[in-house]
Nanobody, 116 residues
Framework: QVQLVESGGGLAQSGGSLRLSCAAS????????MGWYRQVPGKQRELVAQ???????NYEDSVKGRFTISKDNNKNTVYLQMDSLKPKDTAVYYC??????????WGQGTLVTVSS
């Protein structure tokens, strides 16, 4: 099993920045990729960014050029640097590790609120 603990998030003004962190523990040797999803009430959870253990990245279109995902393999930690924040970025952000066979590990979620 993989356990994920998130930190960061909070309140930011439009145009501001926040940084999220997610530390993995447990069976970390099984991790091939880590990512961030976000969810607002009434909508499905959506992928924001993902990074593979080889460093490959992909981003949801609306965050390209504003968000940066990175990782520290030694610390089994993934980061999401969020710049030029917009009110529409307001959501609960979840750290994710795909485990294969349709299963995922999820963090507890951290609320990001961007005021206009």
């Amino acid at each position: 099993q993989v356990q994920l603990v998130e930190s960061g998030g909070g309140l930011a003004q439009s145009g501001g920045s926040l940084r999220l962190s997610c530390a993995a523990s447990g069976n970390v040797f099984s991790i091939n990729a880590m990512g961030w999803y976000r969810q607002v009430p009434g909508k499905q959870r959506e992928l924001v960014a993902q990074i593979t253990m080889n460093g490959g990245t992909n981003y949801e279109d609306s965050v390209k050029g504003r968000f940066t995902i990175s990782k520290d393999n030694n610390k089994n930690t993934v980061y999401l640097q969020m710049d030029s924040l917009k009110p529409k970025d307001t959501a609960v952000y979840y750290c994710n590790v795909p485990l294969g066979y349709g299963m995922d590990a999820w963090g507890q979620g951290t609320l990001v609120t961007v005021s206009s």
